[in-house]
């Protein structure tokens, strides 16, 4: 089936630094997503992405934290600079966006280790 | 407050047989969509549902279609490899804005 890709699937960082978590979403949809996952709890939304423009934003979604597509590439979430309880799993999810609702495909996620 | 209450939060079932997930939503919701995550963090796209009933081989799934207030998953003759944590994740918005509302998600442990 499509495939979310996300590039590394590991990372590690220190407090302060800037990180940017890359995501290659299927070829042909057109909404993209952000969600966080804190080891042991529920995935929590965190933005989606339409058109070049953030489309909502959750709490989670500090300041420090912002996502771009830059001509069709790689869909990015950047934090800068990071903080501790920035530690997470990040996944990417996409869809096609050719109706009101549908299914989301996600990516196997990034897991972030600041510290 | 949680609008996705998922149960049981843990299950071990014997191989060959089934059982059911639950989740409850504290509104009307939407959609539903259904995850598996497996060992090495993989979420799994297992069914989206509007409404009705969806199956695939062993797996069927129900959304509650007159308060969309619940929604079951269904496993039949579980096998090992159907061991992982599984999410339910529910939308109540009108338009697409993929905003899903995640479960804490049921740990399943299959054995023999």
């Known amino acids: 089936g499509p495939k979310v890709l996300q590039i590394p699937s590991h990372q590690i960082i220190d407090m302060g630094q800037m990180v940017t978590l890359n995501c290659d979403p299927v070829?042909?949809?057109?909404?993209f997503y952000w969600y966080k996952q804190i080891l042991g709890q529920q995935m929590e939304f965190l933005v989606n992405?339409?058109?070049?423009?953030?489309?909502?934003k959750s709490k989670l979604f500090k300041d420090q934290f912002s996502v771009e597509r830059p001509d069709g590439s790689y869909f990015t979430l950047k934090i800068q600079p990071t903080a501790l309880e920035d530690s997470a799993v990040y996944f990417c999810?996409?869809?096609?966006?050719?109706?009101?609702?549908?299914?989301?495909?996600f990516g196997s996620g990034t897991r972030l280790t600041v510290l | 407050g949680d609008q996705v209450e998922q149960s049981p939060s843990a299950l071990s079932l014997h191989e060959g047989t089934d059982s059911a997930l639950r989740c409850n939503f504290t509104?009307?919701?939407?959609?539903v969509q259904w995850f598996r995550q497996n060992s090495r963090g993989s979420l799994i796209s297992l069914f989206y549902?509007?409404?009705?009933t969806k199956e695939n081989g062993r797996l069927k799934s129900a959304f509650d279609s007159k308060e969309r207030r619940y929604s079951t998953l269904h496993i039949r003759d579980a096998q090992l490899e159907d061991s992982g944590t599984y999410f339910c994740?529910?939308?109540?918005?009108?338009?697409?804005?993929?905003?899903?509302?995640f479960g804490h998600g049921t740990i399943l442990r299959v054995h023999p």
């Open positions: 999810a996409s869809s096609p966006g050719r109706r009101s609702a549908e299914t989301l495909y």
């Open positions: 070829s042909n949809h057109l909404y």
């Open positions: 992405f339409y058109n070049g423009k953030v489309m909502e």
């Open positions: 509104t009307t919701m939407r959609s």
């Open positions: 549902l509007a409404s009705g």
């Open positions: 994740a529910a939308t109540n918005t009108g338009a697409n804005t993929g905003k899903l509302t």
